[in-house]
């Protein structure tokens, strides 16, 4: 099988980004995980981990893709991040590796209730007003799941990846996913979420590319900000 992330391509996806805080490495991992080439996020781990001088930062870049991943498999199905976090793991150091859940286990239902709608508040904006109702009228149980289970628990713990990165795991399996109208939402959800303009627009190309890389075809056009 031919190498996807060969190191030019993650050295074109590196130079990207505008700055070096490793987001870009989450977001590539996130597309190419969509993309159903998981082989491919061993790669994206050994390109940033050869560079980083201390165990912190060795660390911190193992929890950044695994926690990316993680939320990313609400949208793009988790099958697809357990093949990615499986691969992800066979090149990890095991005292890189997590024992214990971050995230907190014992919240009550309400309080994360309470955690997701602040989330979706504002990753959507004005728009929460629409789309929460939207997601209700179709399937209540979605809407309760969706503020409660995904941005209450899922997406809303900012311990690892901040609430901008967040937005950008989800745009990089949009991506992947040809779903436009939700890249559309979260393009502007990550504005509202911290991210600059510069930023948004290379998370959007490094997702088209790696996802390219992997095979993927479009049906929609992909939407820009």
């Not at 590539?28 to 995980?33: D, N, T, V």
């Not at 691969?87 to 209730?113: C, G, K, W, Y």
């Not at 997601?135 to 900012?158: H, V």
């Not at 979420?193 to 993927?216: C, H, T």
């Amino acid at each position: 099988m031919a190498t996807i992330a060969t190191r030019e391509l993650l050295s074109r996806l590196e130079s990207l980004y505008p700055s070096s805080d490793g987001s870009w490495a989450m977001v590539a991992a996130i597309a190419f995980s969509a993309s159903n080439a998981p082989e491919a996020v061993p790669e994206v781990y050994k390109f940033v981990s050869q560079n980083l001088k201390t165990d912190e930062e060795q660390l911190a870049l193992a929890r950044k893709l695994r926690d990316g991943l993680f939320k990313s498999g609400l949208i793009c199905g988790f099958p697809k991040a357990i093949n990615a976090l499986a691969q992800l793991h066979t090149v990890v150091p095991e005292r890189f590796r997590d024992a214990e859940p971050l995230r907190e286990i014992t919240t009550s239902t309400s309080d994360i209730n309470k955690n997701g709608q602040e989330y979706f508040n504002q990753t959507y904006g004005e728009t929460a007003s629409t789309v929460q109702p939207f997601l209700k009228q179709i399937n209540p149980d979605l809407e309760f799941f969706s503020t409660t289970f995904a941005y209450g628990w899922t997406y809303g713990f900012f311990k690892v990846t901040t609430p901008a990165e967040t937005s950008f795991s989800m745009v990089a399996a949009l991506i992947a996913n040809d779903t436009p109208r939700q890249v559309d939402w979260h393009l502007r959800g990550a504005m509202r979420n911290g991210a600059s303009l510069e930023e948004i627009k290379a998370v959007r190309q490094i997702a088209i590319e790696a996802s390219q890389a992997s095979g993927v075809q479009w049906k929609n056009e992909i939407p820009d900000i």
